[in-house]
T-cell receptor, first 115, second 117 residues
Framework: AQSVTQLGSHVSVSEGALVLLRCNYS??????LFWYVQYPNQGLQLLLK??????LVKGINDFEAEFKKSETSFHLTKPSAHMSDAAEYFC?????????????FGQGTTLQVKP | DAGVIQSPRHEVTEMGQEVTLRCKPI?????LFWYRQTMMRGLELLIY????????DSGMPEDRFSAKMPNASFSTLKIQPSEPRDSAVYFC???????????????FGPGTRLTVT
């Protein structure tokens, strides 16, 4: 079955440190892949998406993600964490031709940023 | 564009009452999704529509839940009768999944926080 797995439900970093949130997908055919962020009491907001045009994808707020087919991974990184990055992050994938739009979401990772 | 619009933003109701949540998708989008989010169960897909047709309602928890999309610019999610365990945040999202501009990314509304007492 198609799935998206996020390793680590909680990640804690210090302000200014590297942020690394892990995501793996299951499929021999790379899907469209996305990262979303959810700030407290808000809806999910698109951070970035992969569509096969480039393996390194840049998103908003200095986040980026690298698609690695050999590792079936799409990890999210940011060089220097800011307090305002504290939120929940979701990885998601859209699979298959003729896809009517359903996304498979990971379980989410809560990012805590310590001062 | 105004983005996905949901109403009401907050709803408090008593057990047994009917609740109707409303969603206006982004103009031009052809797919619409209803999600529920709770601390215990996380983000769950309830139902989604493509070109106003329900495609998959396997996530609808019970017959008390129903959803309609009478036209491309409006959808409702109804709970009748409501129960305390229905308390959650309900999100609507839309995406473009056909044509040259398709991208599959979903745009989420701000959500409706439902409390059933």
């Amino acid at each position: 079955a198609q799935s998206v797995t996020q390793l680590g439900s909680h990640v804690s970093v210090s302000e200014g440190a590297l942020v690394l949130l892990r995501c793996n997908y299951s499929s021999s055919v790379p899907p469209y892949l996305f990262w979303y962020v959810q700030y407290p009491n808000q809806g999910l907001q698109l951070l970035l998406k992969y569509t096969s045009a480039a393996t390194l994808v840049k998103g908003i707020n200095d986040f980026e993600a690298e698609f690695k087919k050999s590792e079936t991974s799409f990890h999210l990184t940011k060089p220097s964490a800011h307090m305002s990055d504290a939120a929940e992050y979701f990885c998601a994938g859209a699979y298959g031709s003729g896809n009517t739009g359903k996304l498979i979401f990971g379980q989410g990772t809560t990012l805590q940023v310590k001062p | 564009d105004a983005g996905v619009i949901q109403s009401p933003r907050h709803e408090v109701t008593e057990m047994g009452q009917e609740v109707t949540l409303r969603c206006k998708p982004i103009s031009g989008h052809n797919s619409l999704f209803w999600y529920r989010q709770t601390m215990m169960r996380g983000l769950e897909l309830l139902i989604y529509f493509n070109n106003n047709v329900p495609i998959d309602d396997s996530g609808m928890p019970e017959d008390r839940f129903s959803a309609k999309m009478p036209n491309a610019s409006f959808s409702t999610l109804k709970i009748q009768p409501s129960e305390p365990r229905d308390s959650a945040v309900y999100f609507c999202a839309s995406s473009l999944t056909s044509g040259r501009a398709k991208g599959y990314e979903q745009y989420f509304g701000p959500g409706t926080r439902l409390t059933v007492t």
